[in-house]
T-cell receptor, first 109, second 112 residues
Framework: GQNIDQPTEMTATEGAIVQINCTYQ??????LFWYQQHAGEAPTFLSY??LDGLEEKGRFSSFLSRSKGYSYLLLKELQMKDSASYLC??????????WGAGTKLIIKP | IAGITQAPTSQILAAGRRMTLRCTQD?????MYWYRQDLGLGLRLIHY???????GKGEVPDGYSVSRANTDDFPLTLASAVPSQTSVYFC???????????FGEGSRLTVL
């Protein structure tokens, strides 16, 4: 079956670094995606990895290991506005996204 | 630039009633999607369309229907609403075979 696992909730301190992990198992693989969703709002695209390694985009970085079925999203210099849910999704062989339930990130001052 | 627009944003509906959620995009994307999002669960695909004139079933299609008469519009219809269809519904669009989806603001539907 297809499955995406990520922690339900994480807490971090403003200014710190946090790593949100995601493991995936899908029928085929066409990329790993991270989305941010603030409470009561729509998800917005953050990052995309299809090859192994780290992709950096400002304060946010995303890592992929295809052999391990593993990705993480790294958020640096945390700001209060980073409080949100972070959704991991894997694209399967039919180019459909399989979504994790999301990780709620709580930032404390 | 509107992007992708959903209507209504919120609706309370009696069980057994018919309801259509509207979705319009102005980005000329080929692919469009309807998801539902429930607490503790990931986004679940209801129906999708890879191009105008074609539709496909997602993970949870029962009780829902869609049409794609043109590129811009992708309405979702609940023929006879049931309480288990209480959810937040998101419409999204993308270039075909990409995972960068653009979402509408969502439609919060409550079926009593």
């Amino acid at each position: 079956g297809q499955n995406i696992d990520q922690p339900t909730e994480m807490t971090a301190t403003e200014g710190a670094i946090v790593q949100i992990n995601c493991t995936y198992q899908t029928s085929g693989f066409n990329g790993l995606f991270w989305y941010q969703q603030h409470a009561g709002e729509a998800p917005t695209f953050l990052s995309y990895n299809v090859l192994d390694g780290l992709e950096e985009k400002g304060r946010f970085s995303s890592f992929l290991s295809r052999s391990k079925g593993y990705s993480y999203l790294l958020l640096k210099e945390l700001q209060m506005k980073d409080s949100a849910s972070y959704l991991c999704a894997s694209m399967d062989s039919n180019y459909q996204l399989i979504w994790g339930a999301g990780t709620k990130l709580i930032i404390k001052p | 630039i509107a992007g992708i627009t959903q209507a209504p944003t919120s609706q309370i509906l009696a069980a057994g009633r018919r309801m259509t959620l509207r979705c319009t995009q102005d980005m000329r994307h080929n692919a469009m999607y309807w998801y539902r999002q429930d607490l503790g669960l990931g986004l679940r695909l209801i129906h999708y369309s890879n191009t105008a004139g074609t539709t496909g079933k997602g993970e949870v299609p029962d009780g829902y229907s869609v049409s794609r008469a043109n590129t811009d519009d992708f309405p979702l219809t609940l023929a006879s609403a049931v309480p288990s269809q209480t959810s937040v519904y998101f419409c999204a669009s993308s270039e075909q075979h990409t995972g960068e989806l653009f979402f509408g603001e969502g439609s919060r539907l409550t079926v009593l």
